[in-house]
């Protein structure tokens, strides 16, 4: 069981906007700057989406998008496209361990 | 261009042990945190180690503690994973990755497939 909360799945139509959700608690994801998302697609390596809540590294679509409020972080991913069909995967730092925690993924699906 | 390529994966009876090495290129490696985080086919993803540029700060996760151990050369910009005692439950894609210093991974290797199997 994953320390953080991830729908499995979530689904849109191209041109569309999804939200993934990430639940954690005050720990991690609520009590720290520090959440993480990461896209893959399959049999590829992780691509740093979002760190540090809403800030995207050079080369992101700005399509893609980061929040948080409470314990709950989310990704959002707007004017959807075929090629954002990955897995997406959130990360936090937590004062519980000393290394991060992940989601256990959610897999979108463009229709 | 930052790259970095693992290698060393491969099959191993449980019980056994092996080296993982990541190669780093196009950054000054030895100004970085180095992270290891493997994915079990078809899981999520999972940290498994860090070190510090310098070696000051070395973190395992609970589950291979004691069995694996970190290490780096920035002489030769070279990281490392000694896997000992290795369990069926260590299978996994493993995969280097550069910290970006707000505890998330910037970039990352391609992956090597460590299976543990008798």
């Known amino acids: 069981q994953s320390a953080l909360t991830q729908p499995a799945s979530v689904s849109g139509s191209p041109g569309q906007s999804i939200t993934i959700s990430c639940t954690g608690t005050?720990?991690?994801?609520?009590?720290?700057?520090?959440v993480s998302w990461y896209q893959q697609h399959p049999g590829k390596a992780p691509k740093l989406m979002i760190y540090?809540?809403?800030n995207r590294p050079s080369g992101v679509s700005n399509r893609f998008s980061g929040s948080k409020s409470g314990n709950t972080a989310s990704l959002t991913i707007s004017g959807l496209q075929a090629e954002d069909e990955a897995d997406y995967y959130c990360?936090?730092?937590?004062?519980?361990?000393?290394?991060?925690?992940f989601g256990g993924g959610t897999k979108l699906t463009v229709l | 261009e930052v790259q970095l390529v693992e290698s060393g994966g491969g099959l191993v009876k449980p019980g056994g042990s092996l080296r993982l090495s990541c190669a780093a290129s196009?950054?000054?490696?030895?100004?970085?945190?180095m992270n290891w985080l493997r994915q079990a086919p078809g899981k999520g993803l999972e940290w498994v180690s860090s070190?510090?540029?310098?070696?000051?700060?070395?973190y395992y996760a609970d589950s291979v503690k004691g069995r694996f151990t970190i290490s780096r050369d920035n002489a030769n910009s070279s990281l490392y994973l000694q896997m000992n005692s290795l369990r069926a439950e260590d299978t996994a894609v493993y995969y280097c990755?550069?910290?970006?210093?707000?505890?998330?991974?910037?970039?990352w290797g391609q992956g090597t497939l460590v299976t543990v199997s008798s």
């Open positions: 990755a550069r910290d970006s210093g707000s505890w998330s991974s910037d970039y």
């Open positions: 196009g950054f000054t490696f030895s100004s970085y945190t």
């Open positions: 070190i510090s540029s310098s070696r000051t700060y070395i």
């Open positions: 005050s720990s991690d994801v609520g009590g720290y700057k520090y």
């Open positions: 540090e809540v809403s």
């Open positions: 990360s936090s730092y937590t004062s519980r361990s000393t290394l991060g925690v």
